[in-house]
């Protein structure tokens, strides 16, 4: 008889664990925004998370969590439970360059995520006050040239793409000036439409409506070609800069260990997210893409995070940054 019970329980089991693993997510599902809402960020997290939702059947409901930069919302999400309900979108800097430039990350982004997928490539924007008289890319860098650590560039915290991007320009240029950290491109971007800080480099999302709402003034973009929303807007090449050019990578991941099943079927919503007219009009707007399928999965994404912790531990010992 103990025998019967245990083959029918081992049946059981077999059979119950196809029909739980397609019932997730049964609850909705967070995901973690490492940022303050208003920036590159938040609004891409959003809009994934809301064409997502669509897919799933269920919520996905976002959760900003500033602070230190990135890094407060990655420590977060990689002590998340790994069960597929807590998930994460981060890019370039608090995926990968962070490893580069912060002494006491508290985790490693090659071990410690589960990968899901990229889901758009940004490019940026460098962006002056409106206040501050300057409407070239060349002016910019003779003012700094002139007054140094005068000039400042608003960023949205250390680690951030925002401030490996203005660090990058520095160095390539042979100027110094002064970062100014802020939790997220929201609140350094409010800073920039009110003359506080001089200057702003981050991606599209948030630079063309900044510049069509005349809240700031965009300079150059960088990538190889002018950006059909900003045609007046010169290439950082054209700008007399050629050797800047970052375009951000954005991805969705989740805590380490996280169920192939759950992986999977959050890889299909966002393949039904970047289907979606909604989202595909946005990404258009704000001279956002996504990558080809054959670009985006969790395969591609490990590799890239990996690939980009070496470029960018290479690139900042080039250019003398620090950890810090």
């Known amino acids: 008889m103990r025998a019967v019970f245990r083959c029918a329980a081992i049946l059981a089991l077999c059979c119950g664990g196809p029909a ?3 019932e997730f997510p049964a609850r909705p599902v967070t995901m973690i925004v490492p940022s303050a809402p208003g920036g590159t960020l938040d609004a891409l997290g959003r809009l994934m998370a809301q064409g997502m939702a669509a897919d799933l059947g269920q919520n996905v409901v976002v959760e ?3 602070g230190a930069g990135s890094i407060v919302g990655m420590q977060r999400l990689v002590r998340s439970p790994s069960d597929g309900y807590v998930i994460g979108f981060g890019n370039l800097g608090s995926l990968a360059a962070n490893v580069a430039i912060t002494r006491e990350l508290g985790f490693d982004p090659r071990q410690d995520l589960t ?3 990229i889901v758009a490539n940004v490019p940026m924007v460098i962006a002056v006050s409106t206040r501050s008289g300057v409407r070239d890319l060349r002016t910019l860098l003779s003012r700094i ?7 400042t560039f608003g960023t949205p915290g250390t680690g951030t793409t925002g401030h490996l991007a203005p660090a990058y320009l520095l160095s390539l240029t042979k100027l110094q000036a002064t970062l100014v ?3 997220g491109a929201g609140p350094a971007m409010g800073d920039l439409a009110s003359g506080t800080v001089d200057a702003v480099i981050d991606q599209t999302v948030t630079m063309i409506p900044a510049h069509r709402g005349n809240t700031a003034f965009a300079l150059a973009v960088t990538g190889p070609q002018r950006l059909a929303q900003l045609p007046d807007v010169p290439t950082f090449a054209e700008a007399g800069v050629p050797g800047f050019d970052m375009v951000i990578w954005n991805a969705i991941v989740g805590p380490r260990g996280m169920p192939e099943a759950a992986v999977q ?5 966002v393949e039904a997210a970047l289907a979606s007219p909604n989202v595909t009009a ?6 956002t893409t996504a990558p080809p399928a054959e670009e985006r999965g969790p395969e591609v994404l490990r590799r890239r995070i990996a690939e980009d912790v070496d470029r960018w531990i290479r690139i900042t010992r080039e250019a003398g940054i620090t950890p810090q």
Do not use: H, M, T, W
Request: without cysteine.
């Open 20 to 22: 739980l693993a397609q």
């Open 64 to 66: 900003n969590v500033s």
């Open 181 to 183: 950290p802020y939790r």
């Open 282 to 287: 946005r990404f258009a707007d704000l001279a």
């Open 115 to 117: 990968p899901i997928s």
């Open 145 to 151: 040239r002139e007054r140094g650590e005068g000039v």
């Open 265 to 269: 079927r959050l890889v299909r919503a």
